[in-house]
């Protein structure tokens, strides 16, 4: 059993830092002021609200007035 536990534990930290690293990529992508695509204001402006509701701070491409 020890090895299965020890194997599960791996497997959960490899997941998390995957999802660190791709939270931090759509931040990244988010605060890109040369990207431009008023098509997908909306969705953009969703991501961004999730993220800044989890702490990540994504620069000041919004505008939720």
């Known amino acids: 059993m020890h090895d299965l536990q020890q194997e599960g534990n791996f497997y959960r930290c490899l997941v998390s830092d ?8 759509i931040r990244d992508i988010l605060a890109d002021d040369t990207l431009d695509d008023p098509a997908c204001f909306q969705r953009i402006e969703a991501i961004v609200s999730l993220l800044e509701d989890l702490g990540i701070h994504c620069g000041g491409r919004h505008d939720f007035g």
């Open 18 to 25: 995957a999802s660190s690293r791709a939270l931090l990529k």
